[in-house]
């Protein structure tokens, strides 16, 4: 079963529905309506952070006025060739003459990388030159140095984070799309987090109200790890969803998550996607072999196994499937995360108590906590009644006992005093 992504669902579909960024948006309508293979520019170069809308207003506004869209992989050199074929070839008049209706995008110009960095750039650069559509460049950084020789072409619009108030009012519009009741305070929080990436913000939207009719700040726990675990969920997707063995392990490797945590996150979410037995056991044996390399880490500092831990918890786990992908699992939690606050509220329970305790006789709480508190549980466990009246008189809360007795004796308890 596979699941929409809301930023998807809910991208703008017209240049009207763009947000924040809708001057930018409107120039490039307006490029694409003037533009001429004699005239300057010769394409946009749109560059901003992640997530405000830059390729999303390319989309809207291909949408909106009926063109083509061919989009150009600008790290795949033989993406790049097959265009420059395709442009030579388009000016060879036919396509005019039939008059197509067609931009070429391409997106993620500043990913270019590697050796083929000149072919790359050049090879755009000799499509610049050449071509007899509009061309609309995407980057995120357009001073890049490497990308000093396409600039002269282009001229320059530049995206801005998006507003958090601006983000809210998204996020409150999918709500009311999605029947989800929102706590308009919970929409301010995760639009605050989101510092202006507006997808950032709605996948974290998704993730804690899909499926549910109201969402109040307390199902805001989930997200409040979200600073520091920004890219778990993207590195999850790599690795499920990736292509090579090496492109895995690079995700797990060089992810801000920190590889124990990403350790709990695979643990807890694997089983999602197998899809038979074998796969599933073939992964988890890949999880309990990389388990076993982090101990001797821990034991022993033997830093050098880390990368035996990264290619079985990324690759190991996600090649043990025959079949590939399967629709966007709905990530859990690890659910050590709640047991540990689950923990923390026992931990702070019986603190209380401890004090209370500690102040009615006269100790130092640690000293209750250790030699009165054991007393205390085994006369309320004995004798409700004489328990109803200790903790009555010691006066701790009647839904703190639950963390220190018996929950048949603190039923009881709570009844004898209410
Ligand atoms: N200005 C915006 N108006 C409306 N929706 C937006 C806007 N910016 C982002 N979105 C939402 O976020 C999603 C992602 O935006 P988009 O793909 O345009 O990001 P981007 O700027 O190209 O980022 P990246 O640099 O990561 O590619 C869109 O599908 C849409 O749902
Ligand atoms: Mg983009």
């Given at each position: 079963m596979s699941r929409l992504l809301w930023a998807e669902k809910y991208?703008?579909?017209?240049?009207?529905?763009?947000?924040?960024n809708r001057k930018a948006a409107e120039r490039v309508v307006e490029f694409i309506l003037n533009w001429h293979p004699d005239r300057k520019p010769k394409a946009l170069l749109l560059w901003g952070?992640?997530?405000?809308g830059k390729t999303a207003s390319v989309y809207a506004a291909i949408n909106e006025l009926g063109y083509d869209l061919v989009e150009v992989n600008a790290s795949d050199k033989r993406s790049l060739d097959e265009i420059r074929r395709t442009v030579g070839a388009a000016s060879s008049l036919s396509s005019l003459v039939k008059g197509g209706k067609r931009v070429i995008l391409v997106d993620e110009?500043?990913?270019?990388?590697?050796?083929?960095d000149k072919g790359g750039i050049s090879g755009l650069v000799e499509i610049l030159k050449k071509t007899v559509y509009p061309v609309i460049l995407v980057a995120n950084?357009?001073?890049?140095?490497?990308?000093a020789p396409i600039r002269d072409f282009c001229e320059l619009i530049r995206y801005n984070r998006i507003r958090s108030n601006v983000v809210a009012s998204v996020l409150a519009k999918i709500c009311e799309r999605e029947g989800v009741e929102a706590d308009p305070l919970v929409l301010k929080k995760i639009a605050e987090n989101a510092k202006g990436d507006l997808r950032a913000a709605i996948n974290d939207l998704q993730m804690v109200a899909e499926g549910r009719r109201s969402i109040t700040m307390d199902d805001l726990g989930v997200l409040s790890l979200r600073d520091q675990e920004k890219s778990v969920f993207d590195t999850l997707k790599a690795i499920f969803y990736g292509k090579s063995a090496q492109g895995m392990i690079m995700a797990a490797s060089s992810s801000d998550v920190d590889y124990e945590l990403l350790m709990q996150w695979m643990c807890e979410n694997t089983w999602q996607h197998m899809q038979h037995p074998k796969e599933l056991a073939d992964a988890y044996n890949a999880l309990s072999r990389a388990d076993v390399f982090l101990g001797r880490i821990r034991n022993r500092q033997h830093w050098g196994l880390l990368s035996y831990v990264f290619a079985l918890m990324s690759a190991g786990v996600s090649l043990s499937r025959e079949t590939s992908g399967g629709g966007a699992p709905k990530y859990q939690f690890p659910s050590w995360v709640k047991d540990m606050s689950a923990a923390r509220a026992r931990r702070n329970a019986l603190g209380g108590i401890a004090s209370k305790v500690g102040e009615k006789c006269h100790v130092s709480s640690k000293e209750a906590f250790l030699s009165y508190l054991p007393y205390i549980k085994f006369i309320i466990e004995a004798n409700p009644e004489v328990g109803a009246k200790l903790v009555k008189w010691l006066g701790i809360e009647p839904e703190a006992i639950e963390f220190l007795v018996s929950k048949e004796a603190a039923e009881k308890v709570k009844k004898i005093l209410s």
């Open positions: 991208a703008p579909r017209k240049v009207s529905e763009v947000v924040e952070p992640a997530g405000v110009v500043d990913g270019i990388s590697g050796s083929e950084d357009a001073w890049d140095p490497k990308l």
